[in-house]
């Protein structure tokens, strides 16, 4: 019972009173049984079996040890200090008139007579005398034509007293003293009822081992409270069986354990449903099946408490708990509870196949909003509204992973904690989607039956978006699965085109060559930095780049190569920018840098920078310079077009002065520059 415990109570706060509280119970009981049997030790002679309504008749445990037999007959035994004899009385209830059989579970010795009074003989068994018939069903007389008979008919007639005597040899091949032989006595009907119980005993047994191991191999405490189920009704079984009554004191009343195993069997049962209930997903068909055989196992509990009153169960009550036990079991391993550690059950569901549901047409608008989200934040705050406006108001937390991070978003504060707090747990289910279906999703529950719902929203390999909404606990969902799908898929389609859009924008900006912006973006973005610093009256500068004698590489490697080292220097001059530098390719072997922000001397800092990076570039097969032209905003008539023309100028000083150097243009006058010759 402990795993229906929050793991707390399984602090050393909590287990060590438990333990200590169980261990003084155990030696309560140990008390009690010594106890028990002291006091039976006093009773002289134990009971002898009578018969009543209720047990029509029973036999002692105890066999009862004479000295010798009573009849005069039986003592012309040979060697009678060889033998020990034992009577057993037998009174038969007047009420029952069925056929007996006394059997034994072993016979280890080599002499067991049994005397049978001589009414209702049989014809084909020995008769000594006038009073008794013998049973002979020692070791010593086996043979062909008697085998190893364990079971004998007993000729008892109702009302009647039946003496019944029984000589052993002393010695038994395995020295087990009579007092302990297994033996019962059945009518015809219990006879069967034990053979059934025993095999259903097998049956428990061996699903008690399997449901053992899978704990054990899948190191879950949540196979154990079938495990103690199994156990309590496999002690039911033996105890039904008669062979526990032979290892308890005899004080005890059998008829009351078998009816406290029997409940605790019942108690067992209710427990494993309820466990059922909180570690597996609760589909609307499992919370029907679990309610049903919840509801049977309580009526089975209840009709067995007040109806049957405290007797032992009849066969059709053990037939219905046997078959409890073997649908509890098929239950486990059909719902499959989650495994240890892991604070939630997680199950991927297929998509639904029905269509998604039209919106409306103020819905389809506030949707369509989100093509014109360039920041991923306010796309993100755009997703959350509307989740919000369809969705009354269910908690929704937005997952975006991109290098490498994970970042969360929601309007609720609550649910963006929770997730964080568990974020390894959901992260990784949700990772596996991508690779489903686009409409398949992940449920999560957690101990409190709380579930989450975790959806794919992006195709984007290099940001992923993931939402998970919280619908509610158990079935009372705020929302329907279908409600959540339909909005996921909606976001889903408008996402899709509003990345196609971007991908395309962003191809149209860029040289197809060497990934560098084009000279129109780069017009487009330049005109606005260069506006921007204006009103803050900040300096930018504009480098002109051009490499030197690129002709000749073409001519000596091919055009090809001439393509592959134009793209390495692009990516050389590119690589020793700032991040806010603006570099296009402005045609042929032509780069224009925009900095931003940039006064001529800082400048002049960078051009050196970028043209020591491209002279000492070794991996192209011949050395390649720069030559670099430096214009500078000065006033607010400065245009890009005017800058372009001034740097451009400065950079074919450059290339006149003896190329691999910088030419400052007029509006870097004040500039005292020392470049390095040649
Ligand atoms: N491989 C390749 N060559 C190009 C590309 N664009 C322009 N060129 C070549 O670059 C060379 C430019 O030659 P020029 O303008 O004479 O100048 P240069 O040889 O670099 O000499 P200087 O500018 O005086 O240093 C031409 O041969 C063009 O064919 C291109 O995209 N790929």
Same mark, same amino acid.
């Given at each position: 019972m402990m795993v229906f415990l929050p793991r707390r109570y399984l602090s050393g706060r909590y287990l060590q009173p438990a333990l200590s509280a169980i261990c003084f119970l155990l030696l309560l009981q140990l008390s009690l049984m010594a106890w028990g049997a002291a006091a039976n030790k006093t009773i002289a002679t134990p009971p002898v079996a009578t018969g009543t309504i209720n047990h029509p008749v029973s036999l002692s445990p105890y066999l009862v040890p004479i000295t010798s037999p009573s009849d005069s007959l039986l003592q012309t035994e040979s060697e009678p200090e060889r033998y020990l004899w034992y009577q057993l009385n037998l009174v038969l209830s007047p009420d029952f008139s069925t056929d007996w059989l006394l059997v034994f579970s072993r016979i280890p010795h080599p002499v067991l007579d049994i005397y049978l009074p001589e009414n209702k003989l049989s014809t084909n068994e020995l008769s000594l005398n006038r009073q008794y018939q013998i049973k002979r069903m020692g070791v010593d007389s086996l043979s062909a034509s008697n085998p190893d008979v364990r079971t004998i008919r007993l000729p008892l007639t109702s009302g009647q007293t039946h003496k019944l005597l029984i000589k052993v040899s002393k010695q038994s091949s395995r020295n087990l003293a009579p007092e302990l032989w297994p033996a019962s006595l059945y009518s015809l009907s219990e006879y069967r009822y034990h053979a059934l119980s025993a095999s259903l005993q097998t049956i428990m047994l061996a699903m008690l081992g399997a449901v053992l191991a899978t704990a054990l191999i899948k190191k879950t405490y949540l196979y154990l409270p079938l495990g103690a189920h199994l156990s309590a009704i496999s002690l039911l079984l033996v105890a039904l069986n008669g062979s526990l009554f032979r290892l =308890?004191?005899? @004080? =005890?009343d059998p008829g009351q354990l078998v009816s406290t195993v029997t409940v605790l069997t019942m108690l067992s049962a209710l427990a494993c449903y309820l466990n059922l209930f909180r570690v597996t997903r609760l589909t609307p068909k499992t919370i029907m099946t679990l309610s049903g055989a919840t509801l049977v196992a309580s009526g089975l509990m209840f009709g067995f408490v007040f109806a049957v009153d405290n007797t032992v169960p009849s066969l059709p009550l053990v037939l219905l708990l046997c078959l409890q036990s073997i649908s509890l079991t098929l239950l486990h391993y059909l719902l499959q509870p989650g495994q240890k550690k892991q604070p939630f059950t997680v199950n991927l569901i297929k998509g639904a196949e029905s269509k998604r549901r039209v919106f409306s047409q103020h819905f389809r608008e506030s949707l369509l /909003?989100? @093509? /014109? /989200? +360039? +920041?991923n934040n306010e796309l993100t705050e755009h997703i959350l509204d509307i989740i919000d406006g369809t969705l009354h108001k269910t908690p929704a937390v937005l997952l975006q992973y991109e290098n490498n991070e994970w970042q969360l978003s929601s309007h609720s504060t609550k649910a963006k904690q929770q997730i964080d707090r568990e974020l390894e747990h959901f992260v990784s289910p949700l990772t596996q989607l991508p690779d489903h279906d686009s409409d398949d999703q992940i449920h999560f529950q957690d101990k409190q039956g709380n579930s989450f719902w975790g959806f794919h929203l992006n195709d984007d390999a290099e940001r992923q978006l993931f939402l998970v909404l919280f619908p509610g606990k158990y079935q009372r969902e705020t929302i329907t699965r279908q409600q959540a799908l339909d909005l996921c898929s909606h976001i889903k389609t408008i996402l899709k085109a509003n990345q196609q859009t971007r991908f395309w924008q962003l191809q149209a900006s860029l040289d197809p060559l060497t990934g560098l912006l084009n000279r129109n973006r780069f017009f487009q973005e330049a005109e606005q930095q260069i506006e921007a610093c204006k009103q803050q009256q900040l300096p930018c500068s504009l480098l002109f780049v051009d490499i030197d004698d690129f002709k000749r590489i073409n001519d000596q490697f091919g055009h090809p190569a001439g393509d592959r080292i134009l793209v390495e220097i692009a990516h050389q001059i590119r690589d020793s920018l700032r991040q806010q530098d603006l570099i296009a390719r402005y045609g042929g072997e032509e780069f224009v840098i925009l900095l931003p922000v940039t006064s001529a001397w800082q400048g002049t800092r960078i051009a050196e920078r970028v043209r020591t990076r491209v002279e000492r570039y070794t991996a192209s097969p011949m050395p390649v310079t720069l030559s670099l032209g430096l214009a500078v905003t000065t006033g607010e008539a400065d245009s890009l077009n005017q800058l372009i023309n001034e740097a451009d100028n400065a950079m074919y000083t450059a290339k006149k002065h003896g190329k691999n150097r910088l030419e400052a243009g007029p509006s870097c006058s004040d500039l005292r520059l020392s470049w390095p010759e040649g």
């Open positions: =308890i004191p005899y @004080n =005890i /909003q989100l @093509n /014109q /989200q +360039d +920041d």
